[in-house]
């Protein structure tokens, strides 16, 4: 399939605001068909949005999803894909599926060192969550890297399927400084995903179509954002990623393969 093409052209659909009793009636469809919970939205009436874009990445209220005081919170809403262990460098995708922690980072060793022997989160994100994703502790940025890539699906079926997957797809991979050590995460992208955007960058993907990288520590200001702060967004559902160095991290119950979890939920 066209993967770009398609998912670049479902961007522009998202956007379109005319014909409006269209847009409605698309919006409408999608709440009733996902089965997504609007009573948490700050604007819950699916008719008031001015696109589907507008829709899908909705502000939910105040109070919607509390902050746990554990050391490392869930970023995200969505499902437990696989967590664990690093190990010799090989991260778990799927039953007999792994891939290349490297790869994920964009072929940077350096990076990469600091999560030798370490631990992992994949958190795939669902079309009916909530879609923006926010800290799971206090960080300061300290460099991204853009990596162009394939489109594909990141659900499970996909991931049992597709060798390599999350290191093969487009993703934005974010560097902090946290007070568990060095943070990477990652936001994957996927088959429809219109774009994805950081709160200091703004959209990010598409359009590059080369590895971008930027060091904020060579940058005037400094991005430091706390723990449950938004830091990005998708539009449309995709996966992060969250890697830790050795020792830093110990996932609990929580965050065991297929559990769901809400932004703000404790993982350890």
Request: glycine share 12%; proline share 9%.
């Given at each position: 399939m066209p993967q770009h093409l398609l998912s670049r052209l479902t961007g522009w659909l998202a956007e379109l605001e005319h014909p409006r009793g269209l847009v409605e009636?698309?919006?409408?469809?999608?709440v009733g068909h996902y089965r997504v919970d609007m009573d948490q939205a700050v604007e819950p009436d699916h008719r008031r949005y001015a696109n589907f874009n507008a829709f899908f990445t909705r502000a939910l209220r105040e109070g919607a999803r509390p902050i746990d005081d554990a050391p490392l919170v869930s970023p995200a809403d969505g499902a437990v894909s696989q967590s664990g262990e690093i190990l010799n460098g090989r991260m778990l995708q799927a039953k007999g599926h792994y891939f290349s922690a490297i790869e994920l980072l964009g072929g940077d060793p350096e990076r990469a060192a600091d999560f030798?022997?370490?631990s992992f989160a994949t958190i795939y994100l669902s079309p009916r969550d909530y879609h923006r994703v926010?800290?799971?502790?206090?960080?300061?940025?300290?460099?991204?890297?853009?990596?162009?890539?394939?489109l594909f699906s990141v659900n499970g079926v996909t991931a049992e399927g597709v060798d390599n997957l999350f290191a093969r797809n487009e993703r934005l991979v974010c560097y902090f400084d946290t007070p568990l050590g060095p943070m990477a995460m990652v936001l994957v992208g996927a088959m429809i995903v219109a774009g994805i955007e950081t709160v200091w960058a703004g959209q990010v993907a598409p359009p590059?179509?080369?590895?971008q990288s930027v060091d904020y520590r060579k940058l005037a200001d400094a991005v430091r954002l706390a723990k449950g702060e938004e830091m990005g967004r998708f539009k449309l559902g995709s996966t992060v990623i969250l890697l830790f160095p050795k020792g830093a991290v110990e996932f609990g119950e929580a965050c065991a393969p297929g559990a769901v979890?809400?932004?703000g939920q404790a993982l350890v």
């Open positions: 009636w698309f919006i409408g469809w999608f030798a022997d370490g926010h800290m799971p502790v206090d960080g300061e940025l300290v460099a991204t890297t853009y990596i162009p890539g394939d590059p179509t080369a590895v979890l809400r932004m």
